[in-house]
């Protein structure tokens, strides 16, 4: 099949999927909202923070490779690093000193709605999904004003011991303080030294401060809690990110286990006695390997159908899994790579015990669907190529503002490198008799007892932004599977 027959596959599922979306009752999201604080830097202001803080302080720390920022120092170390290597990253920092200090001698462009929950809940909202309840445990005055001004989107509070939604503009909490993250772009090409070292950024990519104060707790009050049953009638799936915020240990002598638990507990009671509730969860990087272990195999494995990664988070939840050659020869870009990717899937598939994992990467997206999901293939191959006119949607326009945006997504043309890659899988697949050429040129095979459904995606060549397409790639193709589902009796289980 060739790219041209992939357009028109494009088209029809686009048609199918818009048709189909307002089937789905509603979709629960959380944990994970905050204020992005952007600031695309420029070569002046690098060299005015390395002279107020000294070169050779800052290039003694960048040896050091800080994995928590603690001081001004640690940030340009690491904005240093990630400049460096053109590569994105993201690091926390515990106190509040890194954004006065970030004010102060900074200042950033624009501000807008962040976090995987909070860019989600407004996507879905934005698409006109009935019924999109969002979730912040810290919902402050401020963060509500970032979330779209659309009735379908509620917040739940508790009033008089009963559950009660309200846009998240009528629910915040008058003393909870916002969360700030700085993200810091930078552009290729930019040029500055620092003692003695010459550096030239070889590619445009940013940084990420996320602030983690002592108030960030991945819970719900127990009253919300126990009254989860009452909206569970109302959604057909749930998207859950933001685990990565839990912490090893606690002020009050908590630890991650307590945290991890009550999640467990949120999503038990998201489901009820629905074994069809859809539960997504949306993995991100999370430096702190116990806590990463500890999602996957005590939150995921077991509780979870559905999760979505970049080709990076394959690699680290495959380390922490025992799989370190695999995680190895998914990011060493060779060209067994997407041999690779596709070998870690079917891993985490089998590990994790679920029934979907979504990689998404540039030029294409690999799905591997376990035989007792109840969608066909092509069901999930047209929730995909939603997803990727979504994705281009928002890499072209910046944000999705309604459904019929995604036309602006469907004109991007399906990226020739991606779809050089897809050929490449099908020879290895044929040539070791994993499935034949006519199956692949469905973009999947039955094997081993799971599907594969592999697209080429569309590539904008220069995004507006590249914040939370990863998202908008994970969500759009979970709500258009929730489109797709047969609907089922959902029973009311006694509290
Ligand atoms: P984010 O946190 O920004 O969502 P991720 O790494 O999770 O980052 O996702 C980024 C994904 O976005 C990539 O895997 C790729 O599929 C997609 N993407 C990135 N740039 C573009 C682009 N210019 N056009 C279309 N899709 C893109």
């Not at 890194?98 to 407004?122: C, K, P, T």
């Not at 949607?393 to 043309?413: F, K, Y």
């Amino acid at each position: 099949m060739d790219i041209a027959d992939w357009e028109k596959r494009y088209v029809e599922a686009v048609s199918n999927v818009r048709e189909q979306l307002l089937n789905v009752q509603g979709v629960f999201v959380a944990y994970n909202s905050n204020i992005d604080a952007m600031k695309h830097i420029r070569e002046d202001e690098i060299k005015k923070l390395i002279g107020i803080l000294g070169c050779k302080k800052v290039n003694e720390r960048i040896a050091l490779y800080p994995r928590e920022i603690k001081d001004p120092v640690d940030l340009m170390a690491r904005l240093i690093i990630a400049m460096r290597d053109g590569k994105a990253a993201e690091v926390p920092t515990y106190s509040n000193d890194i954004h006065e200090w970030l004010m102060d001698n900074l200042v950033f462009d624009s501000a807008r709605m962040g976090g995987q929950a909070g860019i989600i809940s407004n996507l879905l909202a934005n698409l006109g999904v009935k019924n999109v309840i969002t979730y912040v445990p810290w919902l402050s005055r401020e963060q509500a004003e970032y979330f779209a001004d659309s009735p379908n989107l509620r917040h739940p509070v508790m009033e008089n011991g009963e559950l009660v939604l309200k846009h998240p503009k009528e629910a915040y909490d008058p003393q909870q303080k916002p969360k700030i993250n700085w993200i810091i772009e930078f552009s290729r090409g930019m040029k500055f030294s620092c003692a003695g070292e010459e550096y030239k950024i070889p590619r445009d990519n940013r940084l990420i401060v996320s602030s983690r104060p002592d108030w960030i707790h991945i819970d719900m009050a127990p009253g919300m809690y126990e009254h989860l049953s009452d909206i569970r009638e109302g959604i057909d799936g749930a998207i859950l990110a933001g685990y990565q915020m839990i912490k090893e240990e606690y002020q009050d002598g908590s630890t991650y286990k307590d945290y991890v638990q009550r999640a467990v507990n949120v999503i038990q009671r998201l489901k009820g006695c629905n074994p069809q509730m859809r539960i997504h969860v949306e993995f991100t990087s999370i430096q702190n390997k116990v806590i990463r272990k500890a999602i996957l195999t005590d939150i995921v494995k077991k509780h979870v159908t559905s999760l979505g990664l970049d080709t990076v988070e394959v690699a680290n939840a495959l380390n922490v899994l025992g799989y370190e050659e695999l995680a190895y020869s998914v990011i060493n870009k060779g060209e067994n790579s997407i041999l690779s990717l596709y070998e870690g899937a079917v891993m985490l598939l089998r590990e994790l015990e679920l029934q979907r994992v979504h990689i998404h990467s540039l030029g294409y997206y690999i799905c591997v669907v376990s035989k007792d999901h109840p969608l066909d293939a092509d069901a999930h191959r047209q929730a995909l190529l939603f997803s990727s006119a979504l994705a281009a949607t928002q890499a072209s326009l910046g944000s999705i503002r309604s459904l019929d945006d995604i036309s602006a997504g469907l004109a991007i043309p399906v990226y020739g490198q991606g779809y050089d890659d897809l050929i490449e899988l099908e020879r290895h697949l044929v040539r070791t008799g994993v499935c034949t050429a006519g199956d692949f040129e469905d973009g999947c095979i039955s094997a081993d007892g799971h599907d594969l459904i592999i697209i080429p995606s569309k590539v904008v060549k220069e995004p507006v932004a590249t914040v939370g397409i990863g998202d908008a790639i994970s969500a759009g193709a979970f709500v258009a599977l929730l489109a797709k589902m047969p609907k089922m009796n959902i029973c009311r289980m006694p509290e």
